[in-house]
């Protein structure tokens, strides 16, 4: 099993429409979590983060957390074909605290 | 732009020769990370440094590759004899240590080995 997990997608929606991106990891001593956007051939651009149980805004934008479900999911709010890109959820474990990154869901929100 | 930079952006190379990458951090950032991404998957942690300490190397860095920053600033990441195998994106990633701990990606070095 992986150690984290996302729904693999291709998730389609259309314009103006709510995109909702799930996620799972399987450390429960997890406590730091991120939603990274990536365009195709570009690097991981950050979107937000997360530390507590519920939900955080920012914008469109609104991250939910359950640590006891180990559920992180993103809803993108007036979907935008500018938000056609690939979600990387990524969770930060470990002495490094480096992050564990699914293998992302790819959106494309369409005109 | 994040204010990490990474040279060269691409590198073309044949197997069994040897390649070498430069990663600048944020220049405050003493937390410096490099992963490798492959098409299709998220990025994988390969090491980290705390300022000139590499403190942790994952299992994915074979002996052919090594990584150093010396006097906490820019970072190389080399690799030896190459295979095709290694053909993927390396990226770097720094962050301030006791901040929020956000990771700030560079653009990149996209290494195809023919």
């Keep these: ?111 | 732009d994040t204010g990490v930079s990474q040279d060269p952006r691409h590198k073309i190379t044949k197997r069994g020769q040897n390649v070498t990458f430069r990663c600048d951090p944020i220049s405050e950032h003493n937390r410096l990370y490099w992963y490798r991404q492959t098409l299709g998957q998220g990025p994988e942690f390969l090491t980290y440094f705390q300022n000139e300490a590499q403190l942790e190397k994952s299992r994915l860095l074979s002996d052919r590759f090594s990584a150093e920053r010396p006097k906490g600033s820019f970072s190389t990441l080399e690799i030896q004899r190459t295979e095709q195998g290694d053909s993927a994106m390396y990226l770097c990633a720094s962050t301030l240590e006791g901040s929020t701990d956000t990771q700030y990606f560079g653009p990149g070095t996209r290494l195809t080995v023919l």
Aim: a neutral charge; charged letters at 15%.
């Design chain 1, 1 to 111: 099993q992986k150690e984290v997990e996302q729904n693999s997608g291709p998730l389609s929606v259309p314009e103006g429409a709510i995109a909702s991106l799930n996620c799972t990891y399987s450390d429960r001593g997890s406590q730091s979590f991120f939603w990274y956007r990536q365009y195709s051939g570009k690097s991981p651009e950050l979107i937000m983060f997360i530390y507590s149980n519920g939900d955080k805004e920012d914008g469109r934008f609104t991250a939910q957390l359950n640590k006891a479900s180990q559920y992180v999911s993103l809803l993108i709010r007036d979907s935008q074909p500018s938000d056609s890109a690939t979600y990387l959820c990524a969770v930060m474990s470990g002495s490094a605290r480096q992050l564990t990154f699914g293998s992302g869901t790819q959106l494309t929100v369409l005109p």
